[in-house]
């Protein structure tokens, strides 16, 4: 956490030592959130390329799965959640191939689960690194994906138009957010 800058009021320095605190360990939490998800997705791709009919075999694996978890873990590992971390997976098969062997991540899971989704690997990381870059919340990367956003920026000769109405589109959603960093979701 580092050290933190002493001043005379003894309430905002321990707020400031709290408010640090609780970030970091969001951060550290949806790092091996992420973690976790992608490796859950790693080995039902392992098992689903055993399978001989992949399509049947894969949806009877997550089917089964789903429930055998479900019941050891309670919620959180739905059918649908199944296929995020698979789809995860499959969309950054090389996100831990880092050189220290793990990856640091700047989005939460939420932001992978609606990159998942994005089939153009070139749209995907377009999309990856301006919601870094310009930390989009999770409902602006959204929009942006849905609007086609880095499409529009493509095709456009003058960018700075596109930008400017997604940035006027998107200015509730980023403030919404910011109220929302001191008191995190659960991140799945």
Request: overall charge positive.
């Amino acid at each position: 956490m580092g050290k933190y800058q002493k001043s005379e009021n003894i309430l905002s320095d321990i707020q400031t030592i709290i408010e640090k605190s609780q970030k970091e360990v969001y951060h550290a939490v949806n790092t091996v959130l992420i973690q976790r998800n992608w490796l859950i997705g790693y080995r039902i791709a392992e098992e689903e390329f055993e399978g001989e009919n992949r399509a049947e075999y894969g949806a009877n694996i997550i089917k089964r799965l789903s429930k055998e978890l479900t019941t050891l873990y309670g919620k959180g590992f739905t059918k649908s959640n199944l296929y995020s971390f698979y789809s995860f997976y499959k969309a950054y098969p090389e996100i831990f191939q880092t050189v220290s062997g793990k990856s640091e991540f700047h989005l939460s899971w939420s932001h992978y689960v609606i990159l998942s989704k994005v089939y153009d690997k070139k749209a995907r990381n377009w999309h990856e690194q301006e919601a870094i870059r310009e930390t989009w919340s999770v409902r602006t990367l959204q929009r942006n994906v849905d609007s086609q956003y880095y499409y529009r920026m493509l095709k456009s000769q003058c960018k700075e138009p596109v930008r400017d109405e997604m940035k006027k589109i998107t200015s509730l959603y980023q403030q919404l957010s910011l109220i929302h960093i001191s008191e995190p979701t659960r991140p799945y």
